[in-house]
T-cell receptor, first 112, second 113 residues
Framework: GENVEQHPSTLSVQEGDSAVIKCTYS??????FPWYKQELGKRPQLIID?????GEKKDQRIAVTLNKTAKHFSLHITETQPEDSAVYFC???????????FGTGTRLTVIP | DTEVTQTPKHLVMGMTNKKSLKCEQH?????MYWYKQKAKKPPELMFV???????INESVPSRFSPECPNSSLLNLHLHALQPEDSALYLC????????????FGPGTRLLVL
């Protein structure tokens, strides 16, 4: 199956600063890359996604970039707020397996 | 209705008990999933149902038995579980032709004593 690696595992930033989380994937046939935010005890929620035919996508303070050649994609959060504190999972959809493969997660803490 | 619901929210069971987890969605999705999530780990796929038929079983032990009685409901029957089965069990759903976009339920937190 697909192998998705995610870094860092933990990230602490001051409120207002930016946060960047990076993921790599192994299968060049993977074509869809969602990011999920999971607050403590709650469901994973899709916050942004990008398809393989796009290099960058932005939604207010959140952006995702994709480098297909290098097989990596990143989540960028600007002007972080305490409510951004959560665990963030990247994922890659592998067309062969027809399934999502998740990264290991990043615990983001925004310090007020 | 754009939500996936799961019951119960919490479940404590002994190793000899039989219990069931339930999942429901009314988004018209015909693909439904069970995931297991251990603390500080990503969700791990267990089962996939497509048009109410089991399409993927990721080598899950037989003490977990899924059931999809109709297009809106997904059950996970539990029997003779082990303490290491304690985890958050997440249900998700998607369009069959759009399996990359999955909507997750809130999960059932299971503790096996």
């Amino acid at each position: 199956g697909e192998n998705v690696e995610q870094h860092p595992s933990t990230l602490s930033v001051q409120e207002g600063d930016s946060a960047v989380i990076k993921c790599t994937y192994s299968d060049s046939a993977s074509n869809y890359f969602p990011w999920y935010k999971q607050e403590l005890g709650k469901r994973p929620q899709l916050i942004i996604d990008i398809r393989s035919n796009v290099g960058e996508k932005k939604d207010q303070r959140i952006a995702v970039t994709l480098n297909k050649t290098a097989k990596h994609f990143s989540l960028h959060i600007t002007e972080t707020q305490p409510e951004d504190s959560a665990v963030y999972f990247c994922a890659a959809f592998q067309t062969g397996a027809n399934n999502l493969f998740f990264g290991t997660g990043t615990r983001l803490t925004v310090i007020p | 209705d754009t939500e996936v619901t799961q019951t119960p929210k919490h479940l404590v069971m002994g190793m000899t008990n039989k219990k069931s987890l339930k999942c429901e969605q009314h988004m018209g999705h015909r693909a439904m999933y069970w995931y297991k999530q251990k603390a500080k780990k990503p969700p791990e796929l267990m089962f996939v149902y497509s048009y109410e038929k089991l399409s993927i079983n990721e080598s899950v032990p037989s003490r977990f038995s899924p059931e999809c009685p109709n297009s809106s409901l997904l059950n996970l029957h539990l029997h003779a579980l082990q303490p290491e089965d304690s985890a958050l069990y997440l249900c998700a759903s998607s369009d069959v032709g759009k399996r990359e976009t999955q909507y997750f339920g809130p999960g059932t937190r299971l503790l096996v004593l």
